[in-house]
């Protein structure tokens, strides 16, 4: 019984991002939710965002619209959302029982800092998911398709379309190993 107890305690602290994407807002999924916790850094700042675009605050939308891979369909969930008394409500009890965690800041002084990453083939040393946070955590941008605006190619056994679409743009392709040595990990 001490063991559940102790897990359910454990599960009071939550990241941002898990705590907005858990809401389950139309057009907010992990991705999206990665993007708003990353734009308003805390809770109560997302928070008061929500409800300033549920009443149609031109400056908090504006605000919102600004954001990376945020747009008008993700600005209409978000307001619909917080619109809503029921929701305002469920949230309301809901932040009283866990602590939200502030996003973590992306690192702007590393390798990969504002670079364009995909990742292909099979990672040996870490999953793919594993991959995409440590790249993501280090202030890149990870992507799922190859374009001229890639800057680097992480391929690992296995690499198909990618590392040809890669090779095409002339891309820098690197192995797990050269990319764990260029991000430090």
Known sequence: ?????????????????????ALGMRHVGETTALALARGYGSWDAFHDAGLKVANAD????????????IGDTVIKAVAAYFGESHNRGIVERLTRQVTILDAEKPKSNSA???KTVVF???LEKMTRDEAK????????????????????????PGAGSKL???EKHGVSVLTEDEWLKLVGG
């Open 1 to 21: 019984m001490r063991n559940l107890f102790g897990s359910i305690e454990a599960r009071r602290n939550i990241a941002l991002e898990r705590f907005i994407y």
């Open 58 to 69: 031109e400056e908090a939308i504006a605000e919102m619209d600004a954001l990376d891979q």
């Open 112 to 114: 990969v800092a504002g």
């Open 120 to 122: 292909t083939g099979s």
């Open 133 to 156: 946070a440590k790249a993501e955590r280090l202030g890149a941008k990870v992507s799922g398709s190859v374009s001229k605006k890639t800057d680097y190619v992480v391929a690992g």
């Open 164 to 166: 040809k679409e890669a």
